[in-house]
């Protein structure tokens, strides 16, 4: 007999916990994300992409839940596109990142309103233009497009680089910026009150759902805060040590398909192994 699921909200990342760096939903996934909304579940995506880049997803999915954006930072209507909330940098912590990245000689990427402005477009991961999702301008003094309103900078290292540059930014901004590992070539800075955890007791409110009946998957540092407030946080199998620190469920990795296995135990009462 099919019970009710006890987490009527769930919130997935989308990088390293539905998708892998091929980009694709894979039919497993897509099958338990659909099968859990069916059975009343709410599904939202919470990502550090911006919209337009994380909407297709939730069209594939057929998701109507408002979608987590940006860290955190927005909250969009995936049906009508508005933008249900949105949280802004502060100028002068804009202008201090990039002169560090000046300093440092680092790659930077800012995003001012609906557009993403680069310092250099040497030498870019390959993934980098999928996961931006929009057309990123080449300016070589970021300074001159401060004008608009400032959401989140990131700044792309090495992988190898990436602790240290993460360290130094942290060492920089501590109690000023919210400084996140998104991705293994990802350092980024988002204002204090962007993050997904945040932004997940928030919608969670609005929809009336408590927070013991949430349940959030993610991989990196950025989705620590969401698997530490849900009522079931879920790292994968990929994840980084700090996002299993905080989960109560370890999946398998994002390429044996770790968000459709947690999905299946805890949403879809498919027999454990």
């Known amino acids: 007999m099919n019970h009710q699921p006890q987490y009527k909200l769930l ?7 539905l998708i892998g760096e091929d980009f694709v939903l894979s039919p497993r996934v897509k099958t338990a994300v659909r099968r859990a909304m069916e059975r009343g579940v709410r599904v939202t995506l919470a990502t550090g992409r ?6 297709q997803y939730a069209r594939e999915l057929g998701i109507s839940t408002p979608l987590i954006c940006y860290q955190g930072g ?3 209507d995936p049906i009508s596109g508005d933008m249900l909330h949105t949280v802004t940098m502060p100028r002068d912590l804009a202008e201090e990142a990039i002169h560090l990245a000046r300093e440092r000689q680092w790659t930077l990427c800012l995003y001012v309103g609906e557009q993403v402005f680069l310092n250099n477009i040497k030498n870019l991961p390959e ?5 931006v999702g929009v057309t990123a301008h080449y300016v070589p003094d970021l300074a001159t497009v401060l004008d608009g309103q400032l959401f989140k900078f990131i700044v792309i290292v090495e992988e190898a680089e990436g ?5 130094e930014l942290r060492a920089h901004m501590d109690g ?13 800075g988002n204002p204090l009150q962007a993050t ?8 969670a409110e609005w929809l009336g759902v408590a927070r013991s009946e949430v349940m959030a998957i993610g991989d990196q540092g950025n989705d620590t805060d969401m698997v530490a407030w849900a ?31 947690a999905i299946e135990r805890f949403l879809l009462d498919v027999a454990r192994a």
Do not use: C, W
Not at 11 to 17: N, P, R
């Open 11 to 17: 919130a997935a990342d989308l990088d390293g916990t």
């Open 50 to 55: 911006e919209y337009t880049a994380t909407v």
């Open 74 to 76: 927005q909250i969009y």
């Open 127 to 131: 993934m980098f233009r999928p996961l």
């Open 163 to 167: 602790d240290r540059v993460e360290e």
């Open 176 to 188: 000023r910026l919210h400084v996140v590992r998104s991705h293994r070539f990802f350092v980024e």
């Open 196 to 203: 997904k955890g945040q932004a997940l007791a928030r919608l």
């Open 231 to 261: 009522g079931l946080g879920v790292a994968m199998g990929n994840a980084v040590p700090q996002v299993k620190a905080v989960a109560d469920y370890i999946a398998p990795p994002v390429d044996e398909d770790g968000a459709a296995v």
